[in-house]
């Protein structure tokens, strides 16, 4: 195996990082304060949104079971999402006492269709949860205009759709509640981070309670509350957990979101590199292509291969020095969902589907080293597979 592994998903963190995180030690406010503030205030205009919309937290995960809270999800409520899913936001759902509901997805586009969702609803269904797969919005106007039209609400997971847009508008300011992740694996890191965005006034006021203790938010950085006597006071108006984020991190996120245009703009070139590279290649076939008006993050690359090919497709890549993975294992067929019916659309999907390496730190030797080995381990393998 070589030793100059080619990722699958890397950040892109240095010197700019790196100067604005010394500045917020040197503030000596390292907790929750004025950069947290600001990275929620230029997270809301990247979306196109009210500030007072975006409540920024510590991961992902936590949103999506703030949002679960938010919307009253509890016992005898359904959920739907897709089986091709992140498994924290089946937790999210399970947690609450309700049921996860999985609907099938598009085998190609591994998102669902309206038909999808629409074959599972049920008087339970209280919510709706979609993610963008890859970075591509997906059917999320229709979806939308769905559970507009049934009085359900959306929940966009727009985990790896921090850039993504239909005809301008921002993914996650389609449903009532999105969340985005700032992980390590993902194209805006803090290391570990998280936005949420709330539609309703009411909602998205009690969400900052939600995410610090169900209390009401008092810090010592707050002019107001120090000018107060006894700002220590405190009322509780949730059983909630802690949430919230820090300046650190999010010192880092605001340098990584002016970073953005540059990030998706060469994971642009990576994915069109991949897309010409891989043309007439028998045996592989390549990411649909994007509907008019739709524009991708590009969070992933991903090919189709012969279920019986994909995974020794795998194993001779990674000889050769290439890593790469298949996102998001089928939830359906978790034992502790306690799902049974099969989804033909999900099951194909996650038997053919390959990420390949995706991220703005791969140089253009790496993307011809990464469709050479490609091209030939497909080819060897095909061939084999003829024989
Ligand atoms: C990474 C990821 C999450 C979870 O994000 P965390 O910030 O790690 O909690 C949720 N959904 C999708 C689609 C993801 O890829």
Redesign the pocket.
């Known amino acids: 195996m070589s030793d100059d592994l080619i990722n699958v998903m890397q950040p892109s963190l240095g010197e700019r990082e790196l100067a604005a995180v010394r500045e917020v030690f040197e503030s000596n406010w390292i907790g929750r304060g004025r950069r947290t503030a600001e990275f929620e205030t230029r997270w809301a205009e990247h979306l196109g949104v009210g500030r007072e919309h975006v409540v920024s937290v510590n ?3 936590e949103g999506t079971f703030i949002a679960m809270e938010l919307l009253g999800v509890g016992p005898g409520d359904e959920v739907v999402l897709p089986s091709i899913s ?1 498994v ?2 089946a937790n999210a759902i399970a947690s609450r006492g309700a049921r996860p509901v999985f609907c099938d997805v598009d085998p190609h586009t591994l998102n669902p269709r309206v038909a999808d969702i629409e074959a599972v609803l049920s008087p339970r269904t209280k919510a709706v949860v979609i ?1 963008h797969y890859g970075g591509h919005p997906g059917d999320v106007v229709a979806i939308a205009a769905l559970c507009r039209d049934r009085g359900i609400k959306l929940v966009e ?1 727009a ?2 759709a921090p850039d993504s847009r239909v005809d301008g508008q921002a993914c996650g300011t389609f449903g009532d509640i999105a969340v985005w ?1 700032f ?1 390590h ?2 194209i805006v890191v803090t290391v ?1 981070g ?1 936005m949420l965005y709330v539609r309703d006034p009411e909602l998205a006021a009690r969400a900052p309670k939600v995410a610090y203790l169900g209390m009401e938010q008092r810090s010592g950085f707050d002019q107001a509350m120090r000018a107060n006597t006894r700002w220590w006071d405190f009322d509780v108006t949730s059983f909630s957990r802690r949430s919230t984020t820090n300046d650190v991190l999010s010192a880092i996120g605001i340098v990584q979101l002016e970073q953005l245009p540059e990030f998706v703009a060469r994971r642009a070139e990576v994915a069109a590199a991949y897309d010409e590279g891989f043309a007439g290649l028998a045996g592989l076939r390549r990411p649909p292509r994007l509907p008019a008006g739709h524009r991708t993050s590009h969070y992933m690359y991903w090919v189709q291969l012969a279920p019986e090919l994909r995974d020794v497709i795998a194993r001779d890549l990674y000889a050769r020095g290439v890593y790469t993975t298949f996102r998001y294992p089928p939830l359906h067929q978790v034992p502790a969902y306690g799902w049974e019916t099969p989804l033909p659309g999900s099951e194909a999907a996650s038997a053919r589907t390959l990420l390949l390496p995706m991220h703005q730190g791969l140089s253009d030797g790496d993307v011809r080293r990464v469709v050479d080995a490609v091209r030939d381990c497909v080819t060897a393998r095909t061939t084999d597979l003829a024989a």
């Open positions: 991961s992902c995960t992140f924290g936001v993610l997971d985990a790896i992740s992980d694996g993902k570990d998280g």
